[in-house]
Structures are given as C-alpha cells and as structure tokens.
C-alpha cells in the first residue's frame, strides 16, 4: 500500500488540516517511509488474536442517573474565540 | 543553610519536618533557580507567585498538624495537566490562550497532600516527541552536556521540561505523562527516576490526551524513594475516567524494602538489538549482576514480538491521537484562523495551530482508520498489541520483573537525528512495549556513557505490581549510587 | 396494502427502511452529569465533558444502558450482553468532540420485530434490525445572525436509542404505522418520551422503488424528519422522484436529501456532499459495555404490559372489536383511562363512551386527555346511572356535555336538572293513556298491522315526559294496551 498526492490530500481534508499542493509530493513520500516501515507487522501471525480493546481487565463502570453537572454557561463559553449571547460563534453553516 | 535545592523529596520532607525549614524558604530556593534556569526553557508558564502563596498556607497547614504526603514539596507541572486558572497548552500553538476552568485530578491529588507548583513545565507538543525538539514554545535543553563539549543536548522527550526542571535542581519532583516512553526516556536521557505506573493506576481526567489507551501519568524525581512518595499521592481510583482502576493505593515507600533476595528478575533476549552500543549492553550487564549480587534470580525470557512493538505503537498511537485531536477546531477555545467557510476555518486553524510532527500523526492515523485500511493497519495492530501483552503474560508466570535499558543512547544533539522521523522513533524501542501492555515501569540512573551523560536502567512489574518496581528499583539504585550531577553551566 | 405507482414503463413498489432517533428519558445526560432536559439557556446545561474541553473524559450513565435494554425488550429483540462503543469521526460545528460515541459493529440490541397497525384492523410485521446508543450533537441556530452560525451545546451528550428498521415497509402509511407503533412502545416503556415536536423523536428515512419481485433499488435517505405527516409526504415525493429519474433513463444517486415541508420536495444536501468516511474505532477513554442475564431479566420483570399483548386482552377477555382495542391501546393514558372506565363494567359501554363521546368532546375542545375535565371516574359513575336505569342512553349524552363543560359530577346534574328517568308506573300509564286517546287513527293503524307505529307512540310518551321516561317501562305498559 502506497499513499499517491491524491491520497494526501483526502486524508488531509478528512483531518481537516489544510496542506498546500506543492507539499502534497513531499508529504507522501514521508508518510510512505513510516508507513514502509509499519507494513512489517504483517510479519505477525495474528490468525484467532482478538484486538486488544483494553488494558485492564475489567468491564465499564456505570455512572448513576443524576444531574451532577452543568449550570455553567460562562465556565463552557469563556474561552471560545468568538461567542455572542451565551453561544458559540462559527462562520454561517449553509444547509 | 545548604542549598534547600539539591535535596531529595525524602530529605525535604524530614526537614520540613523538623522545622529546619519552612516551606516558603523551601518555595523560594526553587523560584529562583527555576528562574536562573531560564536557558534550558524547562517551563512554559512559570507561576511564582502562586507557588508562594500555596507555601505559606502550607507552612499554616503544617503548623496545625495537617501536613499532607507532599507539604510543601515544590513541583513542575508537565503543561499537558489542565491547571484551573492557569495558562495550559499542551505545548501547542492551537491550545493558544486556553485557561482550564477545571483542575486535573492528578494535580488536585497532589494540591490535596500539600504539594506547591512552580509552573507549567515544557514538553513536545501533545506529547508527540522523543527529544522535546517539537514544542510551540521552542526546545528544552537538557542541563547535561558532553565532557568538554559546549553544545546543547536534548532532555529526550516528552516529558523533557519535567525532566530538565527535576535534573537542574529548579523542582524537586514533577508530574510527567507516559504514553510510549514520555517518562522513562527523558528520565534516563537527563539522570532521573521517573515512573510510568500500570494503565488505570492514575486519573486521565484533565489530562490532555494524545493516545488514550496508552496515556498514563506519572512521577519523575532524583530518587526512586521521591517517586514513590509522589506517586502514591497522585495515584488513586478517580469515578470520572472509566479506565481508571478501583483498587487500593498501597504505601509505596514501604514497599521500599532492600531487599530482592530469591526475586527472579527476566532479561529479555529480545531487547539486545541489532547495533546495541557497548555501553548500552555493558550497563545492562552492569545491571544484572548488581541484581545478581543483591540475590536476585536472573532468568532468561523470550519476549518474541518485541520488534513489532514500535511499528504497531505508530498506527495505535496515532490513529487515536486523530481522534482526540479532533476537537481542536477553533469553536470552542484557543486557536482560531477565520476561513471562507466552516471547513476553511477548521482546515486553516490546525494547519497553523499544529506543529510538523503532530500533524503527521494526525494524517497517518487518519490513514489508518480510514475506509478500506483500517483492518490492514488499527486492526491489525491492536491484534499484535494484544500478542505483545500476552508476551509479557506468559513471561511474567517466571519472573518478577524484568530488567532492561531504557533508550538505545544516551542524551543527543538537537538536529542529530537529522529528518527522518523513523530514526526519532527507534529512542522508544524499549519503552513502548511495555506501554502497549500496560505496565508499570522505572527508569533508574545507573552510569554515565564515555562521555559523560546519564544512562538509565529499566525495571518493569507485573500489572498493578508497582511495589516490586520500587522495590527493586530502590535496590538497583543503591548498588548504581549514581551521585553525578550537571555542572551549572546555564546560571551563566 | 403497498403503495403502487403507475409509472409509464408499468408499477412500481416503495421500499422504505427507518432509522429512528428517540430520546432516551433520563435525568442527565449520556456520558456526563450534565441535565438531558429540554430546553433552557443556551450552553447552561453543558458539562466540560459535553463541551469536548481538552483531558475530559466519559463515563456512562446507568439508566441509558437500562432503558436501552428496556426498549430492546419491548421490540420483541435479541440484548446483546456485551456491546461496544465507538467513535464515529467527523467535523461539525455542533459535535464538538470530532466524534460522535456511538455503537457501530456490536449494538446492544440486536434483531427483533414489531407488530404494525394498519386500517381495519389488519396488522404486518416489521423487523428490527437493532437498536444501539449513541450521544445527540448541540444545536447550531442560523438564524440568529447575518453572518454566523451560533452554537448551543445543551443537546450534546444527550442519550439517543436509534432503532433501525429493516427495509420492509411499502407505503407511507406502512411507515407512518410504525412510527406510531415505536412511540406507543417507547411511551409504554417510558424509555422516550416520543415528543417529536420538542426533537426527542425524528426519523431518517431511507426510500427506494422497484418493479416488483426486482431486487431493491438505490435508495435515498431523508434526514431529521419529525413528523408523521411530512414523513408520508416527503415519501410519496421522492418515490414519484425516483421512478421519474430512472423511467428517463437515469439512475437514482445513492445520497442525504432534506424534506423541505414549505416547497414539499426533497433537495440534494450538498453541503454534506463529500463521501463521508466515519472511521469507526473502539472509544478508547471507554470500556466494553457488559451486563449478565439477571439484569436483563430484572428488567423484564419491570416491563409494563405492552400495547399488542393489551389489545389481545381488550378483544378476549372484554369483548372489544378489534378496530376499538387497537384505538384503545395506541397511547397507555388511553388504555389506563379507558380500564379505569371499564373496571366492573360493561366494557363495550365502556369503550363505545370513551371513544365516541369522549374522544369527540376532546377533539372539539382541542384538548388532550391529560387535561380532560371529565376524569375516568366521573364517566364510569354516568354510565352506572345508565345501567341502573337512573337516565336513559339519550340524557347521558346531554348529561356528559355538561360535565364536560362544566366539570360537574354526573349524579349531581342529573339531580340539579330533574333528569332522572321515570319508572312511576302510574305516572307512566296515564302518560300512555293520554297519547293513545290523541291518536285513535294510529292506534288503528297500528292494530291494522302497521308494527313499526310503536316506535310514533314511544317517542310521543317521551315528549311528554321530557324523555325522562324509562323506555323498559313504557313499553312494558304501552304493548298490551296498544295491542288491546
């Protein structure tokens, strides 16, 4: 498996990181070197393996029902860069 | 007075205790060589003020009778702990101007038994870093130098700040986190203890993430008694991170005993690479006959997929990192580049916000998660990962605990591992497979390399077994009694 | 009965597949302690948690794990006692995360099927394919500002159960009858409220046409519907869409379309138009999800009786008609009224009170049942004064508008207004008398063999009695004489 620009630049716009096109070539030559080197864990017999999920070998805690939380607006606001009224401000979403 | 600096924890706190001191004066000697130490950039938010005011109510803590387990013990805060109402950055350009509202439960552990913060200690930006060299606050500098060599090293990373600030003697101990080395490296790198406890044995909660099923913080200090002491304080079940473990806190200074006598310690085959220096494998054999000579049982274990640990760390790690990075996205805190749109926004806000490494993590996680790969690559490794630890399983059925180096070298220059990222992530080869297993692990100073710089030893437990950690850490730092310091070129 | 459409290549079949978002009802939220509540100042119910700060991390909130098991258990499925959570990847100015913690390859609830309603009593089966938890996004308000979108985050967090359903519903009438049955369940259940006004019940629907016996087309998903109505009609638009697209010799897109209600169309959202790739993975910062057999059965046990197991009830054991059983048991307020009504009474006088006068004095009033002035008790007394003979049939109508209106006791208008019935034989016979002598041509007619004159000469003793004469009586007196 080898990444080509076209590839970059996808996995750039899903991550959302703007890359310029001229760094496009030289980024996936370095992701291809790292990536080269990763392909030898196909080495690995992992037939029957189950995916590691967890560390610890215990099941998820449950929290109980009650509003614990919240009551805060300014707290949740205070450090946005742009809030108006209590809300946080985003350039207009057109639907 | 001596220098209240170049005390142990340990020694702190018998001084404290016998009123010697108090722990303003104790603050005060480490405000100012927290500031003479501003060359090595060990810190990104110093706060002397606060650390002052938290010394004398500790002093009136103490004249009350409440001491807690650290009163008055002055501490670096690695910058990757959400400090409530102080600066937190990650280190990062994007987290630009973010003040927590909330404290991390670490360090709210730590505020509980007493202890003062100094400041907000340096670190690689999000934690992505073996050498401390990918800070938006610029580079830490490792107070070691080579013999008669004026060039600046690095402190190894990503806890680097922690570790500079901990080996200058600007703080006695500080918080660091380990993900796949972050402590145990720039400890070794820079001639401290530090101590990455079992996964779930610390809180998460506050802490900023990078990989989440790996991240664990811990202690560093210049003694494997002050990490101990430390870590028992910031250690304990925390309901607020579901991986958090319920169990017990045991004393882990107790356990602290001298004593390793029919110990079985594994010296793993595996972990003797392909171009291991001389001095790495005859430290290591240093290591195994003080071990020998304390009546440990040295056994011989097979780790077989040791070699496979890095390469999977490099799709685990960052494919998570993908995820937790998301929410950098200039909505809701720091960094906010306007855009042409909501996309252009977000796109344009982490193409400045994040630095060069951390955004190659994100795009090769991205990649690995990403339709069709993900079996081929996050699968795949989670697979191996899970063969790793049932490595260390079935060797842990004969031994105790294992004995290795830490870092494949000692401290190197900035730059000195040139551009290619593979040759920075080999410095973790070692440490990264026991952090996909989860276990606790130690970096212990044993011995200096031909030119002068600190190299360390690693011990490494079973799960939730970090009493046999300390305790034959405790035993591998008195045969080592590694007394070297740095010369303090950088008071100038 | 499937909805065909007559296209010029010949008919055409409607596939419809749900995928319905209820609100699960708790008190806080899915991973935080944050309150789930509806409505209130923008971000004054958000958690650090629910806001993505950086180091916050989730923890799951019991009650969402048992209402999920709860609503599984009432739609007849399979629980899977060990689920897992993933995290669905994506950029949005409301998911503040950059993910969504949703459940992907391991649900915890698997298969199972529901019985829809249908007219005249006919009924199909539906599947489920499952049923999985997930985290709602806050809300992005654009409306608010010229140039900017604002944000309020007290949604985000909040626990949502999507059932999805297999494709097997074939007209909108098949899908707005399922909707219908998943909110009578959920409110039975009490696991969602099925408010679809306030959000806490919408629906993606996914429609595709056929020829019939073809193999399923390419389908079209319509995003955040909450309404039955705009449901049906966003499904007769685009299927007409579909079947005009590909008898012109196009193909249907595989995309998100969005029900516009005020044009009654369904539009491309090209905002969303780049191929989404999720990159499900296990959430880290979470455990798998376990449970074992007891909990689920404890939670069985708590399971109220459900509306197809009631309708049954109401058919065999008090003898309703199908078509009044299903009515009756549609919302549980209804069924508990209706048995409240019912209980040691005639049950069909019962429902026939309950849906044909009830029923219409609260469509009249435009009231719910909850704030109906006529409480079950009150009617059941009404029509213990008709068993008992105290009122005729015809004066408990007149009787019951009153109480609707005015929320009076029935005994005491019927007391107020002298509406009691007359069984005074005297007083009957010589009111009998009297209309017999003032139509000596009927009574001979009558005799005559014209039988159905008996119904003339009840009515005439009921004018004269202001209708408060017992009608068993009257005619108990009046035959013999009349018949001489």
């Known amino acids: ?95 | 007075m001596s220098d209240l600096t170049r005390m142990t924890i340990a020694e702190a706190r018998d001084g404290l205790d016998a009123g010697d001191f108090s722990a303003r004066e104790l603050t005060a000697a480490h405000i100012t060589a927290m500031t003479a130490s501003k060359p090595l950039n060990a810190f990104i938010t110093e706060t002397p003020d606060q650390a002052v005011d938290a010394a004398t109510a500790s002093d009136a803590r103490r004249a009350k009778g409440e001491a807690g387990k650290l009163e008055g013990i002055p501490l670096a805060i690695k910058d990757l702990f959400c400090t409530k109402g102080v600066l937190t950055t990650a280190a990062s350009h994007i987290l630009d101007g973010f003040t927590p509202h909330y404290e991390s439960t670490v360090t709210s552990n730590l505020w509980d038994e007493g202890a003062v913060m100094l400041g907000k200690a340096n670190l690689d930006e999000f934690a992505m870093g073996s050498s401390n060299e990918t800070s938006y606050y610029g580079n830490v500098v490792n107070p070691w130098r080579r013999e008669g060599d004026n060039r600046d090293l690095v402190p190894g990373g990503s806890s680097g700040g922690s570790a500079s600030a901990v080996a200058s003697f600007s703080a006695m101990g500080a918080t660091g986190t380990d993900t796949g080395g972050s402590i145990r490296q720039p400890a070794s790198f820079t001639g401290i203890v530090g101590m990455k406890p079992t996964y779930g044995r610390c809180s998460r909660w506050g802490v900023v993430a990078f990989a989440s099923s790996l991240d664990q913080p811990g202690p560093m200090a210049r003694s494997v008694r002050d990490t101990a002491i430390m870590l028992e304080a910031m250690a304990g079940f925390d309901a607020k991170d579901s991986t958090s473990v319920n169990m017990p806190v045991p004393n882990f200074e107790d356990a602290m005993t001298g004593d390793i006598k029919g110990l079985k310690i594994g010296i793993p085959k595996e972990y003797r690479i392909d171009g291991m220096s001389d001095e790495i494998s005859s430290l290591w054999q240093q290591g195994i006959d003080w071990m020998k000579d304390a009546g440990a049982e040295i056994v011989d274990i097979s780790l077989p997929h040791t070699k496979y640990a890095l390469p999977a760390y490099y799709i685990i790690a960052p494919a998570e990192a993908s995820s937790n990075l998301a929410r950098y996205d200039g909505v809701r805190y720091g960094l906010r580049v306007e855009g042409k749109d909501l996309n252009d926004m977000y796109a344009s806000t982490r193409a400045e916000g994040f630095g060069a490494e951390v955004k190659r993590r994100l795009l090769i996680g991205t990649y690995a998660l990403s339709a069709g790969y993900y079996d081929a690559y996050y699968l795949k490794a989670q697979k191996v990962r899970a063969r790793i630890a049932e490595d260390f399983k079935q060797a842990y059925l004969n031994v105790d605990a294992i004995l290795t180096p830490t870092a494949p070298s000692a401290a190197f220059g900035f730059g000195e591992k040139g551009d290619d990222p593979l040759a920075m992530y080999l410095n973790d080869v070692f440490t990264v497979p026991a952090s996909l297993a989860g276990l606790p692990g130690i970096s212990v100073p044993a011995g200096l390399s031909k030119d002068g710089l600190p190299l360390g030893l690693q011990l490494l437990g079973r799960p939730f077994d970090e009493e046999t950690v300390f305790r034959v850490g405790g035993v591998l730092e008195e045969a080592a009694a590694f007394t070297a310091t740095p010369t303090d070129w950088w008071r100038g | 009965m499937g909805m065909i459409i007559q296209g010029a290549t010949g008919d055409w079949e409607v596939v419809i597949g749900l995928e319905i978002h209820a609100q699960v009802t708790s008190k806080s939220k899915l991973f935080s302690g944050a309150s789930a509540a509806y409505g209130a100042e923008p971000n004054s119910q958000v958690s650090f948690v629910d806001a993505a700060m950086p180091g916050m991390l989730p923890v799951i909130n019991e009650m969402a794990v048992e209402q999920a098991v709860r609503t599984g258990l009432g739609l007849n499925a399979k629980i899977n006692e060990f689920s897992v959570f993933d995290r669905k990847n994506y950029f949005y100015a409301d998911l503040p995360q950059g993910y969504q913690i949703s459940q992907f390859l391991q649900p915890i609830v698997g298969e199972g099927k529901i019985i829809i309603d249908l007219k005249d009593g006919e009924t199909r089966e539906i599947g489920i394919t499952r049923l999985h938890l997930e985290q709602d996004a806050g809300k992005s308000l654009h409306d608010q500002h010229p140039s900017q979108t604002f944000v309020d985050l007290n949604r985000s967090g909040v626990p949502l159960m999507e059932i999805v359903s297999e494709p097997d519903m074939r007209s909108p009438e098949e899908a707005a009858a399922y909707v219908k049955k998943i909110r009578s369940i959920v409110r039975y259940l009490g696991t969602c409220d099925g408010n679809m006004d306030e959000g806490s019940m919408r629906a993606d629907v996914n429609v595709s046409v056929r020829k019939p016996g073809d193999e399923f087309g390419t389908r079209c998903e319509m995003k955040n519907i909450n309404s039955v109505r705009f449901m049906q009609q966003a499904i007769i638009y685009e299927a007409n869409r579909q079947v005009d697209i590909i008898e012109a010799g196009g193909t249907v897109d595989q995309e998100t379309r969005l029900y516009d209600p005020d044009k009654g169309e369904t539009r491309s959202l090209r905002s969303k138009e780049e191929a989404h790739d999720y990159r499900y993975f296990p959430d880290p910062d979470l455990l798998p999800l376990e449970f074992d057999g007891a909990f689920i059965a404890r939670i069985r046990e708590t399971l109220p009786e459900l509306p197809d197991d009631k309708k049954a009830r109401f058919i065999s054991e008090l003898g309703l008609s199908a078509y009044d059983a299903g009515v009756l048991v549609t919302e549980k307020e209804v069924a508990d009224y209706f048995e409240a009504v019912a209980e040691g009474r005639d049950a069909k006088l019962a429902a026939n009170w309950v849906i044909g006068e009830l029923f219409g004095n609260l469509n009249r009033t435009g009231k719910d049942l909850s704030d109906s002035p006529v409480a079950a008790k009150a009617l059941g007394e009404l029509i213990d004064l008709i068993k008992d003979g105290t009122i005729s049939n015809r004066i408990a109508k007149e009787v019951f508008e009153e109480m609707f209106d005015t929320g009076k006791a029935a005994g005491d208008i019927v007391e107020e207004k002298g509406l009691k019935q007359v069984s005074d034989t005297g007083a009957i016979e010589a009111a009998i008398d009297d209309v017999i002598a003032a139509n000596p041509d009927k009574v001979a007619e009558y005799r005559g063999g014209k039988d159905k004159l008996f119904g003339f000469f009840m009515g005439q003793v009921m004018k004269a009695t202001q209708g408060k004469a017992n009608p068993g009586v009257v005619t108990e007196i009046m035959r013999p004489k009349l018949d001489g």
């Open chain 1, 1 to 95: 498996m080898s990444l080509d620009k076209a590839t970059v630049a996808k996995v750039a716009n899903l991550a959302r990181i703007k890359v310029e096109e001229k760094d496009l070539e030289p980024m996936a030559a370095e992701l291809n070197n790292i990536l080269g080197w990763i392909e030898q864990l196909g080495e690995v017999n992992t037939d029957d393996v189950e995916p590691m999920t967890s560390v610890a070998q215990m099941s998820l805690r449950w929290r109980a029902d009650e509003v614990t939380d919240g009551g805060y607006a300014e707290d949740v606001v205070a450090n946005g860069p742009n809030h108006e009224d209590g809300y946080f401000a985003v350039p207009k979403v057109i639907e």
